[in-house]
């Protein structure tokens, strides 16, 4: 069918030069990752069009099976470029090793199907003459349209969306396995010629590779790079291997009576074999850099680059064991939460891997330090150190300190560092790191930016700390805290209009203890919001029985900022006055300006939630605050409490003096409520009435004391009478303010009060 034929080998001439030139425009039209992948397909379509043209040419000229040198070169150079081409795309591996795994893998499969292909078709090519190498090297074409398969399968991305294209590509190379596969079976049988229907098969392939050009490249995310690579399904792992068992027993087949295997078959065996020794020896390669990378995963930080925990802890433990003579410094990071809440945990980590390096440069040779996790830092120096703990510490701390030009504020955090050495009292290295942590402590309480050495005192003060935390935990479950009552009274009138509760806590071991002994523990555990809820719970119930007799009683509670930064504040207020049955409008919240510093939306939006159902809020220790005047604005506050750092200083101190003058007239162009607090004397109450505040509290109007006796006091009528100590009473018509918040002068112990830094007053 000489028609047929020329038509079959112009319409693939056609269609590979088309698809060439579909691959090189593909090549221009995508991104650079994909550019060298159609540049290599389009030089694989040009050798197929070359190949073609010669095939063509040759056959015309009188050989109908043109198996010569020189097409047989373009051909070979075509399923070379071809494979480099796969080997291009954007889910083929990146590494020279892989790509010499996946190589190898295309190259088993061939080999191992040349015994099997031998026995189900080779052994019918006796009568054909295969003295021609060229001649029998077409023969494996099949084979090598296997081995790109394979490469594909490969590289085609498992556990990743299949590209369109490559699916394509990947039908193409079946449909050309089918075709060679067809023409090796027919030329054995001698049933080919020129113009066979099977000759539609190869522009086929040709086509499909020129419609894969059409679709657009596949999408990549940003961290689509540093992203781990998917772990390969386990037919993957096995697919190179699955017909080497059907070579072995092919072999056998192909044994010949004289017992000799036909030499085609001996050679691809021997090829096999020393495939199969490169491909497990670069498994074996893979895994050791695999074990190598595991282990720097287990034993290196990988933000810092720093040895880890782990690392730390096996160092301190052989040390402990070879020299123990040891010392341990933990550092923690002052501050460095505010960085990660103000700048974002990315900047955060660009602070934390600058900070390691000037920590690694300032230890030096000296000693390890390592990251134990978060912003907490360890060193660890051995026995026969030539340098001393302390002056390591002093090193460290001058390496963190802030050089010229370097912001300060809120970015560049200091560190509390804790020191501790090997001794008697150590029965473990957990010792020895518990003792380095309470030092760090230590110096955290002394200021920050500070170190301490861990000593006898400490450590007996750290487990009774550790104790009263545990009591701590039940006291609220257990109903060991109650609510004392100081009166605030109206200057103008001298009646009682709130009072204000403080905490206390009837320890069943120590007795009462003042806020001062407890609210730093529970602010720093979280303790302190469940207290708080307790707070507001119990003077709302206050107020409540209050108002039975004092229908315009009201009550105010003061809030801890963790407590504010609660998206369930607005429920535990409504719920602590429905369960008391008092009005929203009854209640006040006092907020200190710390509590307020990151006025975010989202507490802004609880407090103007809370301001709509009537409830009040107070702005206490006004004054002391970096931003007192933006809070008038942002703040739907209705009354400022005045702090008793400026009142103490009235009347001697004309500066504080005027500070009140000037607070009380900037209330009142708020339209805010002015409450004095810390008033002790009668000279300090002239004054303050006299500049027009509102309200007063302190130990001139009343101490501390329960409900009942601030119930006995509403009746002695005696609220602004000079002197006001235990004694002092209040008048009937005034109100009940409560909350976790001391009024001011010195505490029973003695001890002069003030406000907490979480926004608590102690007392």
Known sequence: MPGAALASDLG?????????????????????????FWLLLAVTMGLAAVGRALWTVFRLTGDDLPHTPLIGAVFTAGIVTGTAALLCAGSAPRSLVGRARTVLDGMIVALALIPIGWVLVFRGIAAADLSDPLRTFGLLYPMLDLMQLTILVAVAGPGRPVWLPMTLIGVGLAVRVVADAAYVSLFAAGEYAPGHPIDVCWPLTYLLIGVATRHPPPHRDAGDDKRDSPLPPRWRVALPYLPVGGAIVAVVLTRRPTGQTPPLVFAALMALLAALALRQGLAANENLRLVARLRHLAYVDQLTGLPNRLTF????????RDKPAVAVLLLDLDGFKQVNDRFGHTAGDTLLAGLAARMRAAVADDGMIAR???????????????????????????ALHPSSGEEVVGVHPSASIGIAEYGPRHTSYTDLLRDADIAMYAAKAAGKSAYRRCTPALRESAVSRAE???????AVDEQQLHLDFQPIVDLSTGTVRSAEALVRWRHPRLGLLSPARFLPLAEETGLVVPIDRWVIRE??????????????????VNIAAAHLRRPDLVATVTAATGEAGLAPQALTLELTESALIEDTDAVLDRLGRLRE???RIAIDDFGTGYSSLSYLHRIPATELKIDRSFVSRIPEDARAYATVEMVTRLAGAFDLRVVAEGVETDGQHAAVAAIGCAQGQGWRYGRPASLAELHGRAGSGAGAAPGGGSGAGAVPGGGLKAGAVSGGGPDPAGRVTGAAESGLTLT
């Open 613 to 615: 159902l009537g409830v």
């Open 372 to 398: 134990l996790g978060g912003d907490e830092f360890a060193v660890l120096l051995a026995g026969g150190r030539p340098v001393t703990p302390e002056r390591l510490a002093e090193r460290l701390l001058a």
């Open 313 to 320: 802890v096996r160092r301190l433990r052989a040390g402990l």
């Open 539 to 556: 003077a709302c119930r206050a107020a409540a029985s209050w108002r039975d007799r004092l229908p315009e009683a009201t009550v105010a």
């Open 468 to 474: 009263l935390i545990a009591d701590l935990r039940r």
């Open 12 to 36: 693939a001439l056609t269609v590979a030069v088309w698809s060439m030139v579909a691959c090189a425009d593909a090549a221009r039209r995508h991104p650079a990752a994909l550019r060298r």
